[in-house]
């Protein structure tokens, strides 16, 4: 195997794919990335068994073949070359020698034939979303996964396909983050639970422009293809909690505020709600302005935000980081919070939209 490549191209190419390679499998090749050429063109791919990643790179083969190489070593030595050709070339025994200027390594590979060859995703079931739109839902949505692999179903978000709409959602037992479109297609009907891993890398392949990606499905298995990149990711199986019974569809108090006042006022006293035993803040909500206090045993703040209210006054708490997650990722200057008593979930929402719902629940404190 001998192949030419542009060292930034090669080095992108091997960067996305890393994304896949399992750090902690008790199978050695899986920590590394296949370089294949058999068909012309050089494809860099990884995998756990859950989740695989294939790049196509645009590279001179001059001579055909496959290896596996040591996926973190072969990013170190690409990422500190100098900005020129590289040319690998595979000796019969999987030796690589790296040539770029006058840097030359030499490293042991492995046969391709013994790396795990990703699922075929074969499917008319199949959408497509401009890059940035599928960004942002993700953005909205994958943080709120359960991180307790107790429920393995909850570690995973809901996307459904119906009609006109697509939705996601995720919920941990704490909050349930909503997020729904519209197209001017009629789409496929899909009902599938994505893992968290999978929806994490891919927002960090994913640009911030309009090019589509496409996303095709199977009972088990799903595929994005975004430009010269495919990710293949398994399926999590299992019935997700109906979510639409758990989102209260009446309030006694609204609240609408500055999403960045109320942010920032959040975080500063979360400084010191974190010092505390349950990461907690409380809101007093009055006519005209919502009050945020925190205590911990070295110290206590007081923080005010201006709001228009209508209805009752309420006192409540949060945990402080489950409602500033949600403030960080809401894209719109205004939010309005449904609230009914201080012990019923408390519902967030963009104003003037109703693409996005995030339901938390408060946390009971002794007056």
């Given at each position: 195997?001998?192949?030419?490549?542009?060292?930034?191209?090669?080095?992108?190419?091997?960067?996305?794919?890393?994304?896949?390679?399992?750090?902690?499998?008790?199978?050695?090749?899986?920590?590394?990335?296949?370089?294949?050429?058999?068909?012309?063109?050089?494809?860099?791919?990884?995998?756990?068994?859950?989740?695989?990643?294939?790049?196509?790179?645009?590279?001179?083969?001059?001579?055909?073949?496959?290896?596996?190489?040591?996926?973190?070593?072969?990013?170190?030595?690409?990422?500190?070359?100098?900005?020129?050709?590289?040319?690998i070339i595979i000796d019969e025994t999987n030796v690589a020698s790296i040539k770029?200027?006058?840097?030359?390594?030499?490293?042991?590979?492995?046969?391709?034939?013994?790396?795990?060859?990703?699922?075929?995703?074969?499917?008319?079931?199949?959408?497509?979303?401009?890059?940035?739109?599928?960004?942002?839902?993700?953005?909205?949505?994958?943080?709120?996964?359960?991180?307790?692999?107790?429920?393995?179903?909850?570690?995973?978000?809901?996307?459904?396909?119906?009609?006109?709409?697509?939705?996601?959602?995720?919920?941990?037992?704490?909050?349930?983050?909503?997020?729904?479109?519209?197209?001017?297609?009629?789409?496929?009907?899909?009902?599938?639970?994505?893992?968290?891993?999978?929806?994490?890398?891919?927002?960090?392949?994913?640009?911030?422009?309009?090019?589509?990606?496409?996303?095709?499905?199977?009972?088990?298995?799903?595929?994005?293809?975004?430009?010269?990149?495919?990710?293949?990711?398994?399926?999590?199986?299992?019935?997700?909690?109906?979510?639409?019974?758990?989102?209260?569809?009446?309030?006694?108090?609204?609240?609408?505020?500055?999403?960045?006042?109320?942010?920032?006022?959040?975080?500063?006293?979360?400084?010191?709600?974190?010092?505390?035993?349950?990461?907690?803040?409380?809101?007093?909500?009055c006519e005209d302005v919502v009050k945020i206090t925190s205590n911990a045993e070295?110290?206590?703040?007081?923080?005010?935000?201006?709001?228009?209210?209508?209805?009752?006054?309420?006192?409540?708490?949060?945990?402080?980081?489950?409602?500033?997650?949600?403030?960080?990722?809401?894209?719109?200057?205004?939010?309005?919070?449904?609230?009914?008593?201080?012990?019923?979930?408390?519902?967030?929402?963009?104003?003037?939209?109703?693409?996005?719902?995030?339901?938390?629940?408060?946390?009971?404190?002794?007056?």
């Amino acid at each position: 195997m001998k192949i030419v490549c542009d060292r930034d191209k090669l080095l992108d190419g091997i960067m996305t794919s890393q994304k896949a390679v399992s750090g902690k499998s008790t199978l050695p090749i899986l920590g590394g990335l296949l370089l294949d050429c058999r068909t012309g063109d050089l494809r860099i791919m990884s995998t756990d068994l859950d989740i695989g990643i294939e790049c196509t790179v645009e590279a001179e083969v001059v001579e055909k073949g496959w290896v596996v190489l040591d996926s973190r070593l072969l990013g170190e030595i690409i990422r500190k070359l100098s900005f020129n050709d590289v040319e690998i070339i595979i000796d019969e025994t999987n030796v690589a020698s790296i040539k770029c200027g006058n840097s030359h390594f030499t490293i042991q590979g492995q046969g391709g034939e013994e790396f795990p060859q990703l699922p075929e995703v074969r499917s008319e079931k199949k959408i497509s979303l401009p890059q940035d739109l599928l960004k942002s839902i993700v953005r909205q949505t994958v943080f709120a996964c359960a991180v307790d692999e107790t429920r393995p179903i909850l570690t995973g978000v809901l996307m459904e396909c119906k009609g006109e709409e697509i939705s996601m959602a995720a919920l941990d037992g704490f909050r349930l983050a909503l997020r729904t479109i519209k197209v001017s297609e009629q789409l496929p009907d899909i009902s599938v639970v994505v893992p968290s891993k999978t929806l994490n890398e891919i927002y960090k392949i994913l640009k911030d422009h309009e090019q589509e990606v496409e996303i095709f499905f199977t009972d088990n298995q799903m595929l994005f293809r975004i430009g010269s990149t495919k990710v293949v990711s398994r399926l999590l199986e299992g019935e997700f909690i109906n979510y639409s019974q758990i989102i209260p569809d009446e309030y006694t108090t609204r609240v609408k505020v500055k999403t960045l006042d109320f942010l920032e006022s959040c975080e500063r006293a979360s400084l010191l709600a974190r010092e505390g035993k349950n990461n907690l803040i409380r809101l007093e909500i009055c006519e005209d302005v919502v009050k945020i206090t925190s205590n911990a045993e070295i110290g206590m703040v007081n923080e005010e935000v201006n709001v228009v209210m209508e209805g009752k006054e309420l006192k409540i708490a949060f945990n402080s980081k489950y409602l500033t997650d949600a403030l960080k990722v809401i894209e719109s200057e205004h939010i309005e919070m449904q609230l009914t008593t201080n012990i019923n979930p408390c519902v967030l929402k963009p104003v003037q939209s109703e693409n996005y719902t995030y339901l938390l629940l408060p946390v009971r404190v002794a007056e």
